[in-house]
């Protein structure tokens, strides 16, 4: 069984579609992240929630909208997709709240292009 | 915000000994350093994680200085499977959250 599967594994579409990731933990973790990782290959954390309560909120764009119907769930929703948005997008989970011993668990991505 | 330097790339042979150095001169006394690798078309694998001694497990040894300004993660003998690329991280709390921030990494290659 995959612990963090994430789909779709690649997504292309057109600039100003809305589209939606999905992204499920089955290691009975309360914590999960989505990341960006762009052309140049720099991983960083866009989200985080635990216990479906939103803990970390970067500098992102307010067309991204993460949502986690429950602890085993974030999904991240675009709305009004540009170019820029093209990128490999991780979700990853931990057990506990973020902190300086946690280990992450990752997936194995969705390569999103926007056309 | 990464605040670990690490040399771009390094080679080395399959069943040798491998150093992978990194440089974290800014280290804080309550900071982790962790390891990551991310093989090609994968996310990124935790590795290891240390705060001042040394520490082994089944994938790898991190060697941390005595300073902690330092420190190393070894793989013991390489595989052609260990080609990737490998984060040294430092977890402590930025702006009120304790975040996963990634460098540039190393790109480790492994020849036969």
């Known amino acids: 069984d995959t612990a963090v599967s994430q789909t779709p594994k690649y997504l292309v579409t057109q600039m100003g579609n809305d589209k939606s990731i999905k992204c499920e933990q089955n290691l009975g973790h309360d914590t999960m992240y989505w990341y960006k990782q762009d052309s140049k290959k720099f991983l960083k954390i866009m989200f985080s929630y635990n216990n479906k309560e939103l803990i970390i909120n970067e500098t992102v764009p307010n067309r991204f909208s993460p949502k986690s119907p429950d602890k085993a769930h974030l999904n991240l929703h675009i709305n009004s997709l540009e170019l820029g948005d093209s990128a490999v997008y991780f979700c990853?989970?931990?057990?506990?709240?973020?902190?300086?011993?946690?280990?992450?668990?990752f997936g194995s991505g969705t390569q999103l292009s926007v056309l | 915000d990464a605040k670990t330097t690490q040399p771009n790339s390094m080679e080395s042979n399959e069943e040798e000994p491998v150093h992978l150095p990194c440089n974290h001169s800014?280290?804080?006394?309550?900071?982790?350093i962790h390891w990551y690798r991310q093989l090609p078309s994968q996310g990124p694998e935790y590795v290891i994680h240390?705060?001042?001694s040394n520490v082994n497990n089944r994938m790898a040894s991190l060697a941390i200085a005595e300073d902690r300004k330092s420190s190393t993660l070894i793989l013991h003998r390489a595989t052609l499977r260990d080609a990737a690329v490998y984060y040294c991280i430092l977890r402590g709390l930025i702006q009120g959250a304790q975040k996963l921030v990634f460098g540039q990494g190393t790109r480790l290659t492994i020849n036969p």
């Open positions: 990853a989970s931990s057990f506990g709240l973020p902190a300086t011993n946690e280990k992450l668990f």
């Open positions: 800014t280290i804080s006394g309550t900071d982790y």
């Open positions: 240390g705060l001042t």
